[in-house]
């Protein structure tokens, strides 16, 4: 099997060629300079040549306050881009991994999201999302749109890097304590996701690590276990004053993974801990 990776430069698209590459899959990893998404004869002549059985689709425009200003550009990457990619996987009869988020759905409540629940996006990030997931529906059968929320890996920059980098030079951090989602380590979603791409079990699906936590919770749980000492300080969305709209609720079912086979991903308190340890072996951490 030979599998294409968009985004291998970003935190998710480096941990799938890495992991796909480890299982002795044949793996191409691609970024703007290789094949620029948002350009159909480029995404057409780089797939033919590759003539790859699959496509993960990670790369994606996700600074989420810049979408806000930046919404043409955002919507060329995160419409334009899954659809282009579409087009050549149907001519190919290829199938397609579209990895979206938890933005397309409004937020509210605290029951988990469904993969089959009402998307309402608040932002324009995720109004793009969620029009890239309907690009590839509209266009593939052989699809996995899987939804992610609060990644963090080893490349590239996340929540955890930023709050141990700002501990740095501050005594005191304010982190919002009313938005609830599931913190999700790459590492660990490349491993589902390089289970899912080998079978023909296709739809939507979501996939975090387990558990919930708030922003405010997670900072902390990260200073602990970096064995930083700051004071955190809890605030509301409304006090924090962010561009886009967060969702308040993000948190996600993932009993679709369970029904299918797949193994659900390591509670994200374990993620943490992993992953701090990765950190100090890459030297980010003293």
Request: charged residues 30%; glycine residues 6%.
């Amino acid at each position: 099997m030979k599998i294409l990776v968009t985004g291998v430069k970003g935190q998710l698209g480096y941990d799938v060629v890495n992991e796909l590459t480890e299982r002795g899959i044949e793996t191409i990893g691609v970024d703007i300079e290789e094949m620029d998404i948002t350009d159909a004869a480029s995404v057409e002549r780089v797939i033919r040549d590759a003539a790859p059985d699959a496509v993960i689709h990670c790369a994606a425009f996700t600074a989420v306050d810049a979408a806000e200003e930046n919404e043409e550009l955002c919507r060329k990457v995160n419409v334009d881009g899954p659809r282009n990619i579409a087009k050549v996987c149907r001519e190919l009869d290829i199938k397609m991994v579209q990895i979206s988020t938890d933005y397309v759905f409004e937020g509210t409540g605290e029951r988990p999201w469904g993969p089959e629940d009402e998307c309402r996006p608040k932002s324009v990030y995720g109004r793009t999302k969620y029009e890239g997931e309907l690009a590839v529906r509209e266009l593939l059968d052989k699809y996995f749109i899987v939804r992610i929320a609060w990644v963090f890996g080893i490349n590239g920059k996340n929540f955890v890097k930023t709050m141990l980098n700002l501990a740095k030079n501050h005594d005191t951090l304010t982190v919002v304590n009313d938005q609830f989602g599931s913190p999700t380590y790459t590492y660990d979603l490349a491993k589902l996701l390089a289970d899912m791409v080998v079978t023909e079990k296709y739809g939507i699906y979501h996939a975090t690590n387990e558990g919930s936590c708030s922003w405010y919770e997670f900072a902390c749980a990260i200073f602990k276990e970096a064995g930083v000492e700051v004071n955190v300080i809890p605030v509301t969305s409304e006090e924090y004053g962010a561009k886009a709209n967060r969702p308040a609720n993000s948190r996600m079912s993932k009993a679709k993974l369970t029904e299918n086979g797949f193994q659900r991903l390591p509670e994200w308190e374990d993620a943490l801990k992993r992953y701090v340890q990765e950190l100090r072996k890459a030297g980010f951490l003293e």
